[in-house]
């Protein structure tokens, strides 16, 4: 999923995946947004996380990333309360799925432009067509839904988690970056991303 798992709990230092995946993607190292520590996303509201964020970390929170801290913390609290749902629920990060599909280079435009959606079309078509033949349809034409209910870049990235995984494609099968990811406080640790990519790894 794209949501960060394994938060921090104190330290300026960027998470290990964090670091990993904005060295690889270069030119679209953007997209990898700095994630709170874990008593920051606890914060009942915006100020009194980033007070908290500023106090354990020194830095502040983007607003952008504190639209989706309801999220992040529903996802951490499910991982704190079920220990089963640590061995199936592992972190991705989109821009790194379509890395590992365009070979290990970062894509050439912007998720947003007509230009970087279109990249992104053509890197899932032939994927997707070979697992299941009717998902190479959901990118021929319009999309199948109005903006009002999801942005069109979202949807690819969604995609770009969801269909890709073993097969002819990618005979290995999912990756994790780096190799052998720590655990948090929580020993909640990600593992392989769909994608074939580096998956967010956790410290």
């Not at 529903?74 to 890395?99: G, Q």
């Not at 034409?141 to 942005?151: H, I």
Request: glycine share 10%.
């Amino acid at each position: 999923m794209d949501i960060p798992i394994g938060l921090k709990e104190r330290g300026a230092a960027a998470r290990r995946c964090d670091r990993e995946a904005r060295r690889v993607l270069g030119p679209r190292k953007a997209s990898v947004f700095p994630v709170p520590c874990r008593a920051a996303v606890y914060q009942p509201d915006y100020d009194a996380a980033i007070r908290e964020n500023l106090r354990l970390t020194g830095k502040s929170i983007f607003k952008a990333v504190w639209r989706i801290v309801p999220r992040i913390r529903e996802v951490d609290e499910l991982l704190r309360r079920e220990p089963s749902a640590r061995r199936v629920v592992r972190e991705s990060h989109p821009e790194v799925s379509f890395w590992a599909l365009n070979r290990g280079r970062p894509l050439a435009h912007p998720k947003r432009t007509a230009a970087g959606a279109a990249e992104r079309r053509q890197l899932l078509k032939a994927i997707l067509a070979g697992l299941q033949p009717s998902w190479g349809k959901l990118l021929e034409g319009p999309l199948p839904f109005t903006p009002r209910q999801a942005a069109p870049d979202d949807f690819l990235d969604a995609l770009a988690l969801a269909g890709p995984g073993p097969g002819r494609h990618r005979p290995a099968g999912p990756q994790t970056g780096p190799g052998h990811p720590p655990g948090d406080s929580g020993n909640r640790r990600p593992g392989p991303a769909h994608g074939d990519g580096l998956c967010q790894v956790k410290q």
